[in-house]
């Protein structure tokens, strides 16, 4: 009997003192695991790439029309070209001709838009919209030599 009481004197207080001593979370307070941590993680890297991808995607939407705008537009300078005169058609071409070109290095900004994953495309943006600058600010000088 007295071996029981000894294992229960020792026994009982240990159990009481790990049962107490172990950490709850507070009220309010929510345990996060690592899995949590790294599942949450990969849906914010989705939803990111997501995002990017519709933004890439808008973006080049964009960018396509407004140089088929321009493209159209050029169209119809050179269609004016055609009815002027030898000397005033000869200034227009070469006119038309520097838009050409640089319809030409937009296009190719294009391409490489085109190329770009959804993580990298805003590295060439900057380039794209300088060159859809570039085109639109000719083409509205052209646009005055033509009246």
């Given at each position: ?22 950490e ?5 307070e ?5 899995e ?22 808008k ?8 140089l ?11 269609a ?8 005033t ?46 085109l639109?600010?000719?083409y509205?000088?052209a ?5």
């Amino acid at each position: 009997m007295k071996k029981i009481e000894f294992v229960a004197a020792i026994f009982v207080p240990l159990f009481l003192m790990t049962a107490c001593s172990k950490e709850t979370p507070e009220k309010g307070e929510t345990h996060v695991s690592t899995e949590d941590v790294k599942r949450e993680t990969g849906e914010a890297l989705e939803t990111k790439k997501t995002y990017l991808a519709q933004q890439k995607e808008k973006y080049q939407k964009d960018t396509e029309s407004t140089l088929n705008y321009l493209s159209d537009k050029i169209k119809d300078l050179q269609a004016k070209a055609e009815q002027a005169g030898t000397d005033t058609k000869a200034k227009y071409n070469e006119i038309i001709e520097g838009l050409q070109k640089k319809q030409g290095e937009a296009q190719n900004k294009l391409h490489d838009l085109k190329s770009k994953s959804a993580d990298a495309w805003e590295d060439v943006k900057s380039g794209m919209d300088a060159a859809l600058e570039n085109l639109n600010n000719s083409y509205n000088d052209a646009v005055s030599h033509f009246k």
